[in-house]
């Protein structure tokens, strides 16, 4: 299974990103994903997480009301929209996932990780 992010960029505060990730060698509706940040000299910070079926998502309280998190199971594909980015975001994100009917914020318990992309907010 390899997991492949796009979407990453250069945005000033206050602005918006759209992430994607894409899931490629096996079905994606198998595994819960979740999307995960690092920022240099920071642990890795869970963001969010969505069920297999997509009907079950959390998220972390930092993004909570401004990220949203999304997937397309027949594209194999992940999402996360993030809004009102913050200069204190800068950072590479994650997407993940495991083969799992469960949520989970956990990064130790996800399987696959895409290489990340680089979010940089500008002040």
């Known amino acids: 299974v390899r997991l492949v992010e796009s979407g990453g960029g250069r945005v000033q505060a206050g602005g918006s990103l759209r992430l994607s990730c894409i899931v490629e060698?096996?079905?994606?509706?198998?595994?819960?994903a979740g999307w995960f940040r690092q920022a240099p000299g920071k642990e890795r910070e869970f963001l969010a997480t969505?069920?297999?079926?997509?009907?079950?998502?959390d998220y972390a309280d930092s993004v909570k009301g401004r990220f949203t998190i999304s997937r397309d199971n027949p594209k194999n594909t992940m999402f996360l929209q993030m809004n009102s980015l913050r200069s204190e975001e800068s950072a590479v994100y994650y997407c993940?996932?495991?083969?799992?009917?469960?949520?989970?914020?956990?990064?130790?318990?996800?399987?696959?990780w895409g290489q990340g992309t680089q979010v940089t907010v500008s002040s």
């Open positions: 993940a996932a495991v083969e799992s009917p469960l949520l989970t914020s956990r990064d130790s318990e996800y399987e696959y």
């Open positions: 060698g096996d079905f994606f509706s198998r595994y819960t």
């Open positions: 969505i069920s297999f079926s997509g009907r079950d998502i």
